[in-house]
């Protein structure tokens, strides 16, 4: 894993670390072991994009934005459309984004997305063709990372989610097909517009281990001060990618129990997203410049 | 049985502000006109534009005499002489150790200014040089006073007293270094079994009370063994909670107004005081708290 906050200012001392050991199930900002920080999000923040997201979880705060474009399918998936992700680092999350710094990380956190959002039952690709083998609609997924405090793999795709959730696409009016060439007509009405189904649409957890416990939504320090952690990425209760971050090795037992913690953790952030994704009125006034 | 995941909209933000009916002094932002006399000599966070003063930072107005400044309400830490301050050393080097104290500049804490082990007046040989890593390690925490500051505004810091030294275990919480009240003493040993640093720089160390019977050993001897039991940690992470509620509503940090809010606290669980209204709850309280003990 990366670590994040500067390695020079701010690498907790080895007594710290001893703290930070969570024997007793409480953690230095109290929760316990399971515990999520609270979290904000707001939708359709960025006007000119098919479909937007901001999640701000304690100190992390990620923008996605949605945008479409026609496109030709890959040739030998004539009936898929194209999902494409992209992570950006602000320098202004962190020093050490500045210049080619957070590439590593965003390669990795791109990557993890697309092997996340691969399978079929994950996310449907068919859904985005406009016409087999010439025509489909492209998504890019771009992500913003705004600041860095820590979990910011659950963030991303949670935000990622929720941009999802709130893309439009637009509706074809028409097709004509004259030779190699094909207009598109899209539909007049601005409001027609089809909605993605994300229901299946993965939420990754990390779970971090600390000394013999593992623990979910570590803050920067605590990242700090694992030795290693694992993402779990959940579709409707089934893990669709899991990747290792950290240089710590982990005992099967212990890996096992992860991924099932994983698992529960994951239906709860289900739950708590479709609930307040379900309290947006539309029209809604956008509300981080309130 | 875990908590629920908390997971809001922006457009239900809880407004954290805690003013309640007091003479809130003018803020100024960047650019905004102070003066259009010519009668004034420029402070710091000022300049002057078509013969006017104008603010070049958020913060308020001082005016000593005809000299116009503006403090700026967040900043990175200004150092005076005799600060008591809390810093990571980030880097040794020969005859000092570098330490992150929030301000511009990088500290430095010479070995000639601290007290090493054996004796306050020993000679400090060329073995001690070699020694250094031994005594501070990068990624120490440390409190130390500010004992000089140089000419480019970087600090000069030293542990040549008894309660000054490496800290132990117990967590950092960081906030606006203007928060700190400046008061007689910042080493506060709270009767629910905790004890605070508050560093003028705005870092400040929680840990629990430590019984100091060993023999003095300069402060470089640390217990890596002993455990913090549940209820000291719960209590330490209630301060921290606490001490994050009053920051996030700009309530001044001392030690009567963390005790008031740990008081206050005590009606919600350890895991609701991360939610923002109760944060901004117990804020509101201790405000009321304070203004009250303060007409008294």
Redesign the interface.
């Known amino acids: 894993m990366l670590i994040l906050s500067s390695e020079k200012t701010d690498n907790p001392a080895r007594i710290e670390r001893t703290y930070y050991l969570i024997s007793e199930n409480i953690r230095i900002d109290g929760r316990e072991r399971e515990d999520y920080r609270p979290m904000e999000i707001e939708t359709d923040v960025v006007s000119h994009a098919f479909g937007s997201s901001r999640l701000r979880l304690a100190n992390t705060d990620v923008l996605v934005a949605v945008k479409i474009e026609v496109d030709a399918p890959y040739p030998e998936r004539p009936l898929e459309g194209k999902l494409e992700f992209f992570v950006d680092c602000s320098a202004n999350a962190t020093p050490e984004f500045e210049g080619r710094g957070g590439e590593e990380l965003a390669v990795e956190l791109s990557n993890c997305l697309s092997s996340a959002y691969r399978s079929e039952e994950v996310f449907n690709l068919k859904k985005l063709c406009i016409m087999k083998g010439r025509k489909c609609w492209k998504l890019y997924v771009d992500i913003l990372l705004l600041e860095v405090g820590g979990n910011l793999f659950d963030a991303v795709s949670i935000a990622v989610k929720a941009a999802l959730w709130n893309t439009q696409i637009p509706k074809i009016k028409s097709i004509n097909v004259d030779g190699s060439n094909i207009d598109i007509q899209v539909c007049d009405d601005i409001f027609s517009c089809t909605k993605l189904d994300v229901t299946g649409a993965p939420l990754m957890v990390t779970v971090c281990k600390i000394g013999d416990k593992c623990i979910v939504d570590p803050n920067a320090a605590e990242e700090q001060c694992s030795v290693g952690a694992v993402v779990v990425a959940v579709s409707r209760g089934n893990i669709c990618t899991i990747s290792q971050t950290g240089t710590g090795s982990f005992h099967p037992d212990t890996f096992k129990s992860c991924l099932i913690l994983g698992i529960s953790v994951a239906q709860r952030l289900e739950d708590s997203l479709t609930e307040t994704l379900g309290e947006i009125k539309a029209n809604q006034d956008v509300g981080f410049l309130k | 049985m ?12 809880v407004d954290t502000s805690v003013v309640i009916n007091r003479d809130i002094p003018a803020i100024y932002t960047p650019g905004q006109i102070i003066s259009n006399q010519n009668e004034f000599l420029r402070g710091h966070g000022t300049y002057e534009e078509n013969g006017q003063l104008k603010a070049s930072v958020a913060g308020v107005r001082e005016k000593v005499d005809i000299l116009i400044s503006v403090r700026p309400l967040k900043s990175r830490y200004h150092g005076k002489v005799g600060d008591v301050v809390v810093g ?1 050393i ?2 040794v080097q020969q005859k000092r150790w570098k330490v ?1 104290t929030n301000s511009i500049l990088d500290s430095v804490l010479l070995i000639s200014s601290v007290n090493l082990p054996g004796g306050e007046l020993r000679r400090r040989s060329a073995e001690d040089e070699h020694m250094m890593r031994k005594y501070l ?5 440390i409190s130390a006073e500010v004992q000089s500051v140089y000419s480019d505004g970087s600090l000069s810091l030293h542990t040549r007293s008894l309660k000054y030294g490496k ?6 919480v960081k906030v606006f270094p203007s928060l700190i009240k400046i008061s007689k003493t910042h080493f506060h040993n709270l009767s629910i079994g905790v004890s605070l640093i508050l560093g003028t720089n705005g870092f400040i160390w929680i840990c629990p009370i430590i019984n100091n019977t060993e023999e003095n050993v300069g402060g470089f001897v ?1 217990n ?1 063994e002993e ?2 039991p ?1 209820s000291i ?2 209590t ?3 301060i ?2 606490c001490i994050l509620a009053l920051a996030q509503s700009k309530v001044m940090l001392f030690d009567s107004s963390i005790t008031y809010a740990y008081e206050e606290s005590t009606k919600y669980t ?2 609701e ?4 209204e109760v944060m901004a709850d117990v804020a509101l309280s201790t405000q009321q708290k304070l203004i009250l003990s303060e007409t008294e």
Request: glycine letters at 6%; charged letters at 25%.
């Open positions: 875990p908590q629920k995941i908390q997971m809001r909209l922006a457009s239900n933000r990571r980030i880097e992150n390690q990068e990624g120490d925490l800290l132990g275990q117990g967590v950092l640390q890596l455990v913090v549940k940690r719960a330490m992470a209630r921290r909670n350890l895991a005081l991360l939610l923002p």
